[in-house]
């Protein structure tokens, strides 16, 4: 079987894995480079002989690799860079340099939207992102392929940002089975109110995994602590910086680092 060496780690503290043995390799000066399908089918044959390769970059993952990341940049009193990036805009090919390139350049987080036809809390940019990403062929599914396939070159943390309709139609116990197997981290799920999550909260905490809270302006603070104690609940919450869409223009900074303090 060709190509049997392990994952070695590069001066940059980043993952390099073998041609062979995933389907995307680096290549100079630092590009995914995909490989044939013949390839491909040789990476999966490789993999069963060199051992489980994703368990190498997968543990310790899920909540504790967020909860991990967090308290590293805490311990060196610095601030956490979530990079947020649609899956599939506008290629599935692209979105994966992309999402590597975000992650190679210094991205704390990863936070990869999935599309879908109605994005009732986006605002223009994401909307037409999340259009774009549908008409390249994406789904649940093919989002969560996509993040396996990256997540063989990189140990940055990944939350999947999407609403909770494909997750239902998906099955949430599959969801979580998939994700936690795709190598996410957590799930941002903007339209799932706390009261109704259970459903979803069980099996990504069977999973190892979390549901990122979402605390706003309006939110008072014992609500606050009904969205932070969930048994989900875990990694970071995401706060809303304004009562509106994402991408409005009247951000008030004050307010949100005083909310925050």
Known sequence: VPHQELPRRSGQDRWLIPVGVVGWQLGAPGKLVALTAEQRLLSRRARRHVGVIAESLLAPGGVIRLRDRFAALRARDQKALVVYLTAFDP????????LFDAARGGADVL??????????????????????????????????????????????????????????AYGPERFARDA?????????????????????????????LCRVPLLA?????????LLTRSPAAGGFAYYVGLTGVTGAGHLNIEDVAARTA
């Open 180 to 208: 936690a197997a795709a190598g996410i981290d957590g799930a941002l799920v903007v339209d799932l109110p706390p009261e109704e999550a259970e459903e979803l909260d069980r099996p990504l905490h069977q999973e190892g």
């Open 217 to 225: 302006p309006t939110t008072p603070p014992e609500r606050a602590r």
């Open 91 to 98: 290629s599935y090919e692209r979105s994966l340099q992309l």
């Open 111 to 168: 936070e990869v939207g999935v599309p879908w036809s109605d994005p009732s809390a986006d605002g223009p940019v994401i909307q037409r992102a999340m259009l774009r990403g549908l008409s390249a062929g994406a789904t649940l599914a093919r989002s969560l392929a996509l993040c396996a396939e990256l997540r063989h070159s990189i140990d940055t943390p990944m939350v999947l940002f999407g609403y909770y309709n494909p997750i239902l």
